[in-house]
């Protein structure tokens, strides 16, 4: 279907992937509630899930704004916790062992559909390919739902499913799910998909207060001004962590991407691709 100038616009992207999977309830017709009642015949249910849900058509809808516009809809973010994130990967990521790549600066695009990209923030070299996304929270709340199932035994899809479905923890209180989990879970599953990868992680970093003068020198050597937040921040008004004290810097959920999940992104991005109208010009 072609690409725009600026290959995301107009075009499905993993960070906003989420929204395709969308469904709406909707009264089953004669003949599916026939075929329904003949798998269960004791069900009273009359309604089912149809695509698309209002978010898949609002997605789509934009989309297809952006590709009449030849740009984007918005205008570059410009939000500390945007900045803050994009400052502070960079720093994770040479934190990390040499087998970790970074690699957020190079959209990539699916290898079947011209129409799906992504942005994987890196890869790690291994027999096992699998595809990296960091968070860098700027909210120490937003940390600890993060990585708090890894510090009550969960760990890989667990752990992750922890973070989008809740989890009853270790004091026998129910947690929350992440309100951004099931979005950064199909990020990943979109990245994986487009990349063939068979294993995904998920790197979550908040920086230990001895890191922080680190992290501001650089800030102060960049001349960014996005970042001057951070060169001249107060250490009450930037996310750290004490050093030593109950939480890790670096935290890693690592699990293998279900093969149903990325069948089902797959099929439905597919789907999507035939309400997706042609580029100006094509």
């Not at 860098?136 to 890894?150: D, G, I, M, Q, R």
């Not at 992680?201 to 920086?207: A, D, H, Q, T």
């Amino acid at each position: 279907m072609g690409l725009l100038s600026n290959i995301r616009d107009g075009n499905f992207t993993s960070s906003e992937i989420i929204a395709l999977l969308s469904t709406v309830s909707r009264p089953m017709t004669d003949d599916e509630l026939k075929q329904h009642l003949i798998e269960f015949p004791k069900s009273k249910k009359k309604n089912i899930d149809s695509w698309p849900g209002k978010a898949a058509v609002s997605y789509i809808n934009q989309c297809n704004m952006e590709r009449r516009l030849g740009r984007s809809l918005d205008g570059e973010l410009d939000s500390k916790p945007t900045n803050w994130g994009k400052f502070v990967e960079p720093l994770l990521f040479s934190m990390l062992e040499e087998d970790y790549t970074y690699n957020s600066n190079e959209t990539l695009v699916h290898p079947e559909c011209d129409y799906w990209l992504g942005t994987p923030d890196g890869f790690k070299k291994s027999q096992i390919k699998t595809v990296i996304d960091a968070k860098c929270p700027f909210t120490l709340e937003s940390f600890c739902k993060l990585v708090n199932p890894l510090y009550e035994g969960l760990e890989g899809i667990y752990a992750m499913k922890a973070i989008m479905e809740g989890y009853k923890g270790k004091n026998g209180l129910l947690q929350p799910p992440h309100a951004d989990g099931e979005k950064f879970y199909w990020q990943l599953v979109s990245n994986a998909c487009i990349e063939d990868c068979t294993h995904a992680e998920l790197i979550v970093y908040c920086p230990y207060e001895s890191e922080l003068s680190v992290i501001q020198s650089a800030a102060v050597q960049s001349g960014d001004p996005n970042a001057y937040f951070i060169a001249n921040g107060s250490k009450k008004s930037l996310p750290y962590i004490p050093d030593g004290g109950f939480y890790k810097n670096i935290n890693i959920i690592s699990f293998e991407v279900p093969k149903s999940d990325k069948e089902l992104l797959t099929e439905t991005v597919k789907k999507a691709e035939k309400y997706l109208q042609e580029l100006p010009g094509n």
